[in-house]
């Protein structure tokens, strides 16, 4: 029994190499796409069986690459491997495209393979020295064109801190081209585009943006308060590209470095100092700055006058009729007059009415010692639940000092309490130059009256 089954897997056996012998040849392997990064190595499988005597071919569009064992190509990175497997070494972008493993008989059966080679991204910057200048007003273009597969994007930044640290930087849209308009000075600095394609690491392309503009000034202070034998110090900052050229005046005549005057610059700052102040540095300063663009000025006034009378007083009176006023004015020799105007305001929930000026002249207090001089007196004859309001002048050696601000307070009683969100200026919208000018015609005609 056991010799029959022996047999009878021998015939079986038999019969079916004679069937795979007539079948004729056939792909073990399928066909298959790859995708492969360049510089890599990629093999393409061709597994073929029954092939016998035919012959079988690699091709690539009409280009035969390989027939049997025979390279054909010339490109040396192609071979053999295993039979009939393709391998290419150092993949190339012009390696892309359809492989066909073909076997050479009248059925011309092939299998083919689609390679897709991945490229990171490489990028072409315009303009190509990565600086670009134009006025303000002005518009300017940067420029990143990208290559690679996939077909990169390109997002644009503008740069506070180096790209990948932080993600504070600006980001300005996506697209090949930046398009700045109606530029201003701050858009001046360095911008960067990120080509990114998700092969290996995103690409950045950094750009200096200089916009060009005048001169531009301002100053710390347009009023300097000093006296004879100290030091005043004059600053002004100055915003200019390209850099300008700082010049200092006293009354229209440029000034050079002394013994007592010194001018430096730290950046955008510029200082004059005028140690150990004599008669004839009192006067009006120019800062002027110059450029290839244009030319701008702010003017400083040295002065030993007193500087505008700070009230210290509480809005709020603790009596009804009387009022304590306290005010304190820097100045470094003592002072010689001060004068307080003050008048009654009629308030309601639609206006206010101002009374007219009381004209008061204090006594001039006795030498402080020191720069600040401080100075109170006492109004009399008050009307109870009234708004008043005031102004103080100072005088020295050298003249009177500006105006002081209007200040309000109010008494207790009467019919009206008011608040300290009520007491607010009438002229809280004036600038200070024009109420200046309206109080003194003030005082002018308050003087008149005595």
């Not at 600006?170 to 530029?183: A, H, N, V, Y």
């Not at 206006?351 to 204090?362: A, L």
């Not at 109004?379 to 020295?396: D, M, S």
Request: neutral net charge.
């Amino acid at each position: 029994m056991e010799i029959y089954w022996v047999l009878l897997a021998a015939v079986f056996i038999a019969a079916q190499a004679q069937n795979n012998r007539n079948d004729g040849p056939r792909f073990l392997s399928r066909g298959h796409s790859f995708r492969t990064v360049v510089g890599d190595t990629l093999l393409l499988p061709c597994q073929v069986q029954n092939l016998g005597s035919l012959v079988l071919l690699w091709r690539r569009g009409p280009a035969v690459l390989t027939a049997a064992s025979l390279m054909v190509t010339r490109d040396e990175r192609f071979r053999l491997v295993d039979g009939y497997n393709l391998q290419i070494t150092d993949v190339g972008p012009q390696d892309a495209g359809d492989y066909v493993c073909q076997i050479s008989d009248r059925v011309a059966r092939d299998q083919v393979h689609t390679v897709e080679v991945l490229v990171p991204p490489s990028v072409r910057a315009s303009p190509e020295s990565r600086h670009a200048a134009a006025r303000r007003g002005g518009a300017a273009v940067l420029e990143c064109r990208a290559a690679g597969n996939p077909v990169p994007t390109v997002t644009w930044h503008k740069l506070v801190i180096p790209v990948f640290q932080n993600d504070t930087n600006t980001r300005l849209g996506e697209g090949p081209q930046l398009q700045l308009s109606r530029l201003e000075r701050g858009h001046s600095g360095r911008y960067a585009c990120t080509v990114d394609n998700g092969v290996g690491a995103p690409l950045v392309a950094e750009f200096q943006l200089q916009v060009l503009y005048p001169p531009e000034i301002t100053v710390e202070r347009s009023w300097v308060h000093t006296g004879e034998g100290f030091r005043a110090e004059l600053l002004c900052t100055v915003l200019a590209d390209p850099p300008a050229e700082v010049t200092w005046y006293q009354n229209s005549f440029p000034l050079s470095a002394s013994e007592r005057v010194t001018m430096s610059a730290r950046g955008n700052n510029h200082t004059l100092l005028i140690a150990n102040v004599q008669p004839e540095d009192f006067g009006n300063y120019s800062c002027v700055a110059d450029n290839s663009l244009g030319r701008a000025r702010q003017h400083v006034e040295v002065s030993g006058r007193p500087g505008p009378a700070r009230f210290t007083s509480a809005p709020l009176a603790r009596a009804h009729t009387r009022y304590l006023l306290a005010f304190a004015v820097d100045s470094y020799p003592p002072l010689d007059e001060l004068r307080l105007l003050y008048r009654q305001l009629a308030i309601n929930e639609s206006f206010q009415q101002p009374g007219r000026w009381h004209d008061v002249v204090i006594p001039a207090p006795e030498p402080a010692g020191s720069l600040t001089h401080r100075v109170t007196h006492e109004l009399r004859g008050l009307q109870p639940g009234a708004v008043y309001e005031a102004i103080v002048q100072a005088k020295n050696r050298y003249g009177w000092n500006e105006v002081s601000d209007i200040f309000q307070f109010h008494t207790l009683g009467g019919t009206h309490t008011a608040h300290a969100d009520e007491l607010t200026p009438m002229f809280a919208a004036t600038s200070r130059p024009q109420l200046a000018s309206s109080v003194l015609l003030a005082l002018i005609y308050a003087l008149r009256l005595i």
